[in-house]
């Protein structure tokens, strides 16, 4: 089964620090674009930044919102992908996910896969 | 500029159909994605690169582009059908994401 789980979240102070990972499973993990998207309570869906896969030279790109405070990483050994933040803010807080998507073969069919975790709280708070 | 702009609500009876529009600089030059989010759960997509429908997604959603907008319909709209609803693109390098603000569709 295709799936990307999230874990890390927790209440931080502002200022503080926190690291999130995704570990995927069923897909193959390596060459995969991996995405970082967020919400804020009642609010819309915030992309914040990618990595490229293996074959496509591991490139990071950031939203200017999150550029120089976030750090996007992975590491295939172990199918995850990682999202450091530092410096919080309170206008962090919110629902984080990881998203991928690509392209499979089922029964000689070429089927599109789109695929998000349930997502992990991280609330900014004094 | 990168932006999306979609109406913040839509709503329709049961079994209308349901049209809800995004509009961009670069939807002319850029995909876009639409996906559904009901409350408390992820975004799940329901189309694709304008207008293509994932597997396991009814055939009532389908996608359009004219120009700078583009437009989600769900036709014979059911109950369940409630949610809000993004649409997702890129900027012009095609580098960076960019969802426009969520339309809530009501189910009268």
């Known amino acids: 089964e295709v799936q990307l789980v999230e874990s890390g979240g927790d209440l931080v102070k502002p200022g503080g620090s926190l690291r999130l990972s995704c570990t995927a499973s069923?897909?193959?993990?390596?060459?995969?674009?991996m995405s970082w998207v967020r919400q804020p309570p009642g609010k819309g869906l915030e992309w914040l930044g990618r990595?490229?896969?293996?074959?496509?030279?591991?490139?990071?790109d950031y939203s200017a919102p999150v550029k120089g405070r976030f750090t996007i990483s992975r590491d295939d050994s172990r199918n995850t992908l990682y999202l450091q933040m530092t410096g919080l803010k309170t206008e962090d807080t919110a629902v984080y996910y990881c998203?991928?998507?690509?392209?499979?073969?089922?029964?000689?069919?070429?089927?599109?896969?789109?695929?998000w975790g349930t997502g992990t709280t991280v609330n900014v708070s004094s | 500029s990168s932006e999306l702009t979609q109406p913040p609500s839509v709503s329709v009876s049961p079994g209308q159909t349901a049209r809800i529009s995004c509009s961009g600089e670069?939807?002319?030059?850029?995909?876009v994605y639409w996906y559904q989010q009901r409350p408390g759960q992820a975004p799940i997509l329901v189309i694709y690169?304008?207008?293509e429908r994932p597997s396991g997604i009814p055939e009532r959603f389908s996608g359009s582009s004219s120009g700078t907008t583009v437009t989600l319909s769900i036709s014979g709209v059911q109950a369940d059908d409630e949610a809000d609803y993004y649409c997702?693109?890129?900027?012009?390098?095609?580098?960076?994401?960019?969802f426009g603000g969520g339309t809530k569709l009501t189910v009268l």
């Open positions: 998203t991928t998507s690509f392209y499979d073969v089922l029964a000689g069919v070429r089927v599109y896969f789109d695929v």
């Open positions: 069923g897909f193959p993990f390596s060459n995969a674009w």
């Open positions: 990595i490229k896969g293996k074959t496509d030279g591991e490139t990071i």
């Open positions: 670069t939807l002319s030059k850029q995909y």
């Open positions: 690169k304008d207008s």
């Open positions: 997702q693109s890129a900027d012009i390098s095609g580098i960076y994401w960019v």
